[in-house]
């Protein structure tokens, strides 16, 4: 049988506290050894909850001991700099990963009638809940939608609605600047820099809106052999931002996290920048204004779609045969980077099917207007990646998991606030901002 048994407590004041405290844990081991057939199941829950309780008593016991410590030099007020004295006491319920535990605070208050609380003061509270609480609450709204993530802080002691977890992830994503949470990075032997950026759309009580996301990395160059194998993006390195406050915001918000990560820090005329994306005009524009020394690439199957849709509104997109044939015919050209011969192939089809030569017109310019980004076997020659995977997989896992699941619809604070957090996570930048007075290890 075991025992456990007060020998010391120096807290005199807390005198009856401690001894409950130890009471409450030899109450348990009590319990524990006295069934000898007990199950690991049935153990296994005892101890969790009872555990659970003592690490509230304890936690109760210790903060008011600390609220109840005389300030070792006068209290000055916020408000009008005069001396404060303690005047009363008064009981605040904390909610922290320990559960819900009572604390006892003085109030102080000047001569002049201002009063606060100076235990408060200290403890960085959000409302109710410890910073940590907020943290979990976060985390976890930023993982799951709002009614499953209370459900799993339920389930850990944490009582809190979806309203409330909503309310907090706003009021704390707030002060999350992405591109301030990322450590710079430096490129190796043979490395260069990848920019990616597209769009992605999530519902809204006015519709569907799009939101912007990119990604910044750095290439892992591979031997270069018989199959032309090209340099793959070093996931370890991808950094992440994406909104819906518009392409003006978002474009300061990609450059920012470029620079961060360590794009244009050092070795700026031998760095290498290459920049992808589809044939949105807003993409070129912040290519253009931000990165303008980069390398700017078309993904493939952006322009590879194009044709396809070329030959679909030419030969209807039931005449298979005919639209398979063209492709193997004009997708080779497009590898060479021929847009000259594209755009003719394409104007040829216009005479032949004048009833949607306006539409075939207008793909024959898209080519024409990228002449210099589809030079993909130029591009494969160098190592450059050519395709969209990255920014794709970008937009399905920082926004497409979270934000357009079913029956949602989201304001543009609240799904912002999502996208930041989420960031926070997929880029390594979690414990950055929420501990930013931690040493690191």
């Known amino acids: 049988m075991i025992s456990i048994t007060l020998d010391r407590c120096e807290i005199k004041e807390n005198q009856e506290a401690c001894e409950s405290f130890v009471e409450a844990i030899d109450a348990m081991a009590q319990d524990i050894f006295s069934e000898p057939g007990i199950s690991l199941s049935d153990a296994e829950s005892r101890v969790f909850e009872g555990f659970r309780l ?56 000047c001569a002049a009638g201002h009063y606060h609380v100076l235990w408060d003061d200290k403890q960085k509270l959000i409302g109710q809940w410890t910073h940590r609480v907020a943290e979990a609450m976060c985390r976890l709204a930023a993982r799951l939608n709002f009614r499953e993530a209370a459900e799993e802080l339920s389930y850990q002691g944490i009582k809190v609605s979806h ?146 849709n070329v030959a679909k509104v030419a030969f209807g997109e039931t005449e298979t045969e005919a639209i398979d044939t063209w492709i193997k015919e004009t997708e080779p050209l497009l590898y060479d980077g021929n847009i000259t011969a594209i755009a003719s192939n394409i104007r040829a089809l216009a005479t032949q099917h004048p009833e949607v030569s306006e539409v075939l017109e207008r793909e024959a310019r898209y080519y ?39 029956a949602m619809r989201w304001k543009k604070p609240g799904i912002n606030a999502v996208l930041k957090m989420r960031c926070l996570l997929k880029n390594g930048g979690w414990n950055k901002y929420w501990y930013p007075d931690a040493k690191a290890a």
């Open 54 to 109: 003592i690490r509230q008593k304890f936690l109760e016991l210790f903060l008011s001991h600390q609220a109840n410590e005389e300030p070792s030099e006068p209290v000055d007020c916020p408000k009008c700099g005069q001396v404060c004295r303690r005047r009363y006491k008064r009981e605040r319920r904390i909610t922290t990963l320990c559960g819900v535990i009572r604390v006892e605070r003085w109030v102080y208050g």
């Open 368 to 406: 024409e207007k990228h002449a210099k980004r589809p030079q993909y076997k130029a591009f494969r020659e160098k190592g450059y990646q050519i395709g969209s995977g990255v920014i794709e997989s970008a937009c399905k896992h920082v926004v497409g998991q979270r934000c357009p699941q079913a």
């Open 163 to 308: 309203e409330t977890l909503h309310q907090i992830l706003d009021e704390m994503s707030a002060g999350v600047n992405i591109p301030e949470q990322v450590e710079t990075q430096k490129l190796e032997e043979n490395q260069r820099w990848y920019v990616r950026c597209d769009g992605c759309r999530t519902n809204s009580p006015d519709g569907w809106k799009e939101v912007q996301a990119g990604c910044v990395y750095r290439d892992y160059p591979l031997p270069p052999d018989s199959s032309g194998a090209i340099s793959r993006a070093r996931t370890t390195s991808i950094r992440y931002v994406a909104s819906r406050e518009g392409v003006s915001y978002f474009g300061k918000e990609l450059s920012k996290l470029a620079i961060n990560s360590g794009i244009y820090q050092e070795d700026i005329d031998t760095q290498e920048i290459v920049f992808l994306g589809d044939g949105a005009p807003w993409i070129w524009n912040i290519a253009k204004e931000d990165f303008p020394n980069a390398v700017q690439i078309v993904d493939h199957m952006h322009a590879t779609s194009h044709l396809y």
